[in-house]
Structure formats: C-alpha cells, structure tokens
C-alpha cells in the first residue's frame, strides 16, 4: 500500500537528510486532532508521512484518513507490538522512489510519532539542526512537556541498576529551562525520537518481546553499545498526552499486570544489556531486592499493589530465561564496554531519594511527600527577576533545618558544658540509691571527702566527688 509523501517539491532546509514520520495510534482520537494539525505545522515537512492504526475502536482511523489520506493509513490488529507497528509503516515504503526535492544519496531517518504527542512548529528543524551539527549522532529526542505544558515529563531517560525507569526529574517539575542543554543520554523515550534508518535497520528496532514497557530504553543502550550517540535537543519540544501513564487508556498488547509487566521489563533490559560476568550477581540482587521491596511496600508504605507487582515482575523474569538468553546472543558484538556505558545509568543515590519520599509520604501523609519533592524541585512562582529565580536541587534537609533551631542549639550546647565540668559521668561515677545526707560542718565534709567507704544504702567505696573539696575549701575560708 503506498504512503503519502510529501507535495513540496523546493529543497527544505537541511536537504541532505530525507524524514520519513510513522504515527503509531491506538484509541488516540481525543489528542488525534492536535497531533495530525501540529504535524502539519512544521516549519522543516519531512518527506514522507504514514500513521499505523494498531485496531482503533473510536475515530481515529478516519481522522488518520480524512488529514493523510486514506493510502496513507495503514491497519493492523490491537495486540501488535509498538516496534512492530513502526516497521509496518517503513516497509510501505520498501522500492518507493527517493522523495523529492532531496540530496542525492541523503542520510534517510525515521520520525516516530505517536497519536498523543503534538510536536511545536519548530520540533523537527531543531532536531535535524542537531544531528546535522553532529554527524556522529544516531538517536535524537526532543523535550517532552505535558500535554497542557505546564510540567516537564522528559529530558532523556535512563534505568538505575534494579530495572525501573528513571527520567532524573522532580515529580510536577516545571519547565524554567533548567535542563536546556543536556547531552548525551542513555535513551529517549519513542514520542518525538528521530533516529538513522541505517541504524534502525542494523539493530532490528524496537524489541518486541518488551512490548511497550522498556523498549525505549533497550533500543537506546543498544544504539549507545554500538557506538552509536544517543541525544536531547531541547530546543525542540514535543507535548506528550501520556496516556497510558496516566490510565486513560489500557495496554491491549499487554498480558497481565500492567506493573508487574513494567518490572518484569525492567529487569530483563538491564540482564540483557549488562555485562556478561555481571549478568548472574544482577539475578540475584533481583530476587532479594524484589522480595524485600514487596514486604517494605506492604508492611511499610502500605501499597499492596505495588508490593505484588514486585512479585509478579519477578515471576514473570525467572519464569522464562530464555528470554534473556536469546536477548543476550542478539546484543552481542558491542563496540563499547558497559563500563563506559555505565555513566549514563541513573546513580544508586536516586534510589535512597525515592524511599525517602516514599517515607515521607507513608509517615506524614501524602502533603508532607509533596513538600518535600518541591523543596528540591525549581518551582515557578510568576514573573520575577532573573537574578532573583531559584534554581535549588535540595534543601538543608530535615535533620539541619532541626538541629539550627535556637531551642535545639541551646540544649545541645549546655549538654556539651555538663559533659565538660564533670567528665566522670561517663566513666559511669554516677549511681543510685539516695543521696548522701547533708553534713554537720567542715570536719564532716572533709571526712566524707577523705574516707574509702560511705553508708549509702548497704555501703559503697565510690569515691566522693570533686565538688566536696571545693565546698570545703569555701566553708574553711569563711569560719
């Protein structure tokens, strides 16, 4: 089935490199609209544009044809995979003739699009002035807003070493331009990825065994094993309905818990891209971390069903291994190391940070969670100076802002003075029983002072304190 192409036949800017988009869409006729106009808009058209409909059961099929047109929509069942469903919109392109208007021999990428992500005019001539600056460059994604651009939702992504999806953002983070310029990532996640069809290709695509959870990311530790360079333009901004993450509509390729699924994928990505000698110690780690996160979640954090989709991810990950298997003989022939790959994994302090939250949370109820996430989070407040705009990561913490209190410092200070005046006290000279009755007059103090035992209680040989001699020398003094 042919696809459309596009009818501008002047040489666009960035002429050497031929875009083809594949809008991948499911259900997706409420964003559809938006997606289809934004598409339109771009200041920099790609050359060829097919949209895949893995088995709609709303509108969107005919909102596809009615913008597209109806050769350029391709049908496929509810249940095929996301790397599958890309495929199908290349391959309606396999013996097509080089689109017009273009270099000869051009570097040829593929745009993927999905049917909830509304590109900015700008998206695509920014990512191609990106990668034609760096021709070493492979994968490029853009800036990823919410739908409504109030939040950031993406600025590349990344696993840490237990499976889970880390984006390195603050949760409801604003977009104040505090990630603009980051460089080079581990991934980036599928809604607005530019990547090379020669690389596409050579690695075989999106997995489809992890069908929509985790795919981004495998694709992306590939691309980086390979040599390859994985970046964020972030000049270029796409908006993201997110509608899977946010439950407006279910995984239909997806068997099972969509959690456990998520976990399960997690875990298999990072044992089929680590290193070899790493790959055994990583499978043990997950069985005991995975056991012992499910009691803290539901003993602790009281999230029953995060603590079963710990166990089902990690029964859905042992129960089949030649997963894993199969996906390690498929990855091999790297041509760079994991430890140099190791750098663009999320760092395992992020993970003490999220329990930390997740405490907080469980303790002081979900306000004091909040508040503790916009403490490290930049926060817009409104027009302001721009000396004046806070950029903080993190705060004093808890425990400082506690112990600078002029109460807490006050008793802390006199503390350290006792200790000093009577350091006896922790040698233990202090005992109980009752106190020593008063004395008569100074012959009865220096006695008390001088003799071995005292009649306290049945007796004791403690020797009596300093403070004895300085009372006697005072009442010598004044008889």
């Given at each position: 089935?042919?696809?459309?192409?596009?009818?501008?036949?002047?040489?666009?800017?960035?002429?050497?490199h031929a875009v083809t988009v594949?809008?991948?869409?499911?259900?997706?006729?409420?964003?559809?609209?938006?997606?289809?106009?934004?598409?339109?808009?771009?200041?920099?058209?790609?050359?060829?544009?097919?949209?895949?409909?893995?088995?709609?059961a709303d509108s969107s099929p005919g909102l596809l044809a009615d913008s597209l047109?109806?050769?350029?929509?391709?049908?496929?069942?509810?249940?095929?995979?996301?790397?599958?469903?890309i495929q199908a919109g290349l391959d309606a392109f396999t013996g097509a003739p080089p689109p017009p208007g273009i270099d000869t021999d051009p570097v040829e990428w593929v745009w993927v699009l999905h049917d909830d992500s509304a590109p900015e005019p700008e998206a695509l001539e920014r990512l191609l002035e990106r990668v034609d600056a760096s021709p070493s460059i492979t994968v490029a994604g853009p800036k990823v807003l919410s739908w409504d651009r109030r939040r950031l939702l993406e600025v590349g992504v990344t696993t840490d070493g237990s499976g889970r999806r880390e984006t390195m953002l603050e949760p409801r983070e604003v977009d104040q331009g505090q990630h603009d310029g980051r460089g080079d990532v581990l991934a980036v996640g599928t809604a607005g990825m530019l990547v090379r069809r020669d690389a596409w290709d050579r690695l075989g695509g999106l997995d489809d065994h992890l069908e929509i959870f985790g795919d981004d990311i495998d694709f992306g530790w590939r691309v980086n094993a390979d040599g390859g360079r994985v970046v964020v333009a972030t000049d270029a901004v796409v908006r993201h309905g997110a509608g899977l993450s946010v439950g407006r509509r279910r995984p239909d390729a997806v068997a099972g818990r969509a959690g456990g699924v998520a976990r399960a994928h997690g875990m298999r990505v990072v044992l089929m891209n680590t290193a070899g000698l790493l790959a055994p110690f990583y499978v043990v780690r997950f069985v005991v971390e995975s056991l012992l996160r499910s009691l803290a979640e539901l003993l602790l954090l009281r999230r029953p069903r995060r603590a079963a989709d710990e166990i089902v991810g990690l029964r859905m990950l042992l129960s089949r291994p030649g997963l894993v298997l199969s996906g390690r003989a498929r990855r091999r022939g790297r041509s760079r190391a994991h430890r140099e790959i190791r750098p663009l994994?999320?760092?395992?302090?992020?993970?003490?940070?999220?329990?930390?939250?997740?405490?907080?949370?469980?303790?002081g109820g979900r306000a004091a969670a909040e508040q503790r996430r916009q403490r490290r989070a930049p926060v817009e407040t409104g027009p302001v100076a721009e000396e004046a705009e806070s950029f903080d990561v993190d705060d004093l913490g808890v425990l400082q802002r506690f112990v600078r209190r002029p109460g807490v410092l006050l008793a802390i200070g006199l503390t350290v003075a006792a200790v000093l005046v009577d350091r006896r006290l922790l040698g233990g000279s202090l005992h109980g029983g009752r106190l020593l009755s008063a004395p008569g007059g100074v012959s009865d103090l220096w006695r008390t002072y001088t003799q071995g035992w005292h009649p306290v209680g049945l007796g004791s040989t403690t020797t009596a304190p300093p403070a004895l001699a300085v009372r006697f020398s005072s009442r010598k003094g004044t008889s």
């Open positions: 089935m042919p696809a459309k192409a596009s009818s501008q036949t002047s040489r666009p800017a960035f002429s050497r594949v809008l991948v869409s499911h259900d997706g006729a409420r964003w559809l609209p938006e997606t289809l106009a934004a598409l339109a808009a771009q200041t920099r058209p790609p050359q060829r544009v097919v949209a895949v409909d893995t088995g709609s047109g109806e050769s350029a929509v391709i049908h496929r069942p509810a249940d095929a995979g996301f790397g599958a469903a994994l999320a760092p395992a302090s992020l993970r003490w940070r999220h329990l930390g939250d997740a405490i907080a949370g469980a303790v």
